[in-house]
């Protein structure tokens, strides 16, 4: 009886020590914040050109800036015009290739006009003068 008594009271005891010690020590915090997406609406928006004085065959690189700069929708639109002399190609950097000039050898302003599709009241236009290949700013 002793032998079972004692066997009761280590198996009482060791059950008493484990059940007051921590399982765990290790704490978890969520700190993840969720962040809502707000939308910023498109201020301005800036056309700039690397030349304005151009002939046939010549490309004119356009860069496309949006203010603020971290405006939601930066999305556009380009018109051309006139566009039979002028095309163009890219999104935020673009390429304009001349591929017409007047036959009657005058130099034609050219407009390219780039728009908000945000806010089609914001847009910016740029000029470029398409000189005949025959005037001398055409030829070598």
């Known amino acids: ?23 765990t020590t290790a704490i978890s915090i969520n700190t993840s914040i969720a962040q809502s997406t707000t939308y910023v609406a498109v201020t301005n928006i800036f056309v700039e050109v690397d ?31 006139p566009g039979n002399l002028i095309a163009f190609s890219g999104t935020n950097h673009l390429l ?10 005058e130099v034609i302003a050219a407009n390219v006009t780039v728009t908000s599709d945000d806010n089609t009241s914001i847009d910016d ?16």
């Open 51 to 81: 030349q304005a004085e151009v002939c046939l065959g010549n490309q004119v690189n356009l860069v496309v800036t949006f203010l603020p700069t971290n405006a939601t929708n930066q999305a556009y639109t380009v018109t051309l015009n």
């Open 1 to 23: 009886m002793k032998k079972v008594l004692l066997i009761f009271c280590f198996i009482f005891i060791t059950s008493l020590i484990t059940a007051c010690e921590p399982t």
């Open 96 to 105: 304009i290739d001349v591929i017409g000039e007047d036959p009657s050898g």
């Open 125 to 140: 236009t740029k000029g470029i003068y398409i000189h005949h290949s025959s005037t001398s700013i055409c030829t070598p």
